[in-house]
């Protein structure tokens, strides 16, 4: 019998949503970086979340707030602004299904 692994001591969310790169890349081709991705951001559109069991951010896992914001991706998946934000200061794609959301 395989011993009992517990799944939060295998997957930490704020460490696969850091790299190594980002915490010792502080140059301005860097900034410039980040100044696409929020540019990127500000134009993926807001949709204000209904009351019908839409489920949840897939980044932070956490449930949507009936008539609350949140940023409708291409694929049409939806994210918390701050989370779509943060994902793609390190990814060009979608979480949930990797489509290419900003161009490199």
């Known amino acids: 019998m395989s011993p ?3 799944m939060d001591e295998l997957f930490d969310l ?3 949503l850091t790299t190594a790169e980002e915490e010792n890349d502080e140059t301005n081709d860097h900034q410039s970086d980040d100044s696409t ?3 990127a951001v500000d134009e993926i559109p807001t949709v ?3 009351g019908g069991g839409g489920g949840g951010c897939i980044v932070c896992m ?3 707030e009936v008539g609350g914001a949140a940023k409708q991706v291409p694929c049409d998946h939806v ?3 701050n989370c779509i ?3 793609l ?3 060009n794609s979608c979480p949930l299904c990797r489509r290419i959301i900003i161009s490199t």
């Open 89 to 91: 200061s390190i990814h």
């Open 14 to 16: 704020d460490l696969a």
């Open 85 to 87: 934000s943060k994902w």
């Open 4 to 6: 009992h692994i517990d």
């Open 37 to 39: 991705q929020a540019t």
């Open 48 to 50: 204000i979340m209904g």
């Open 79 to 81: 994210f918390h602004e």
């Open 62 to 64: 956490e449930e949507f």
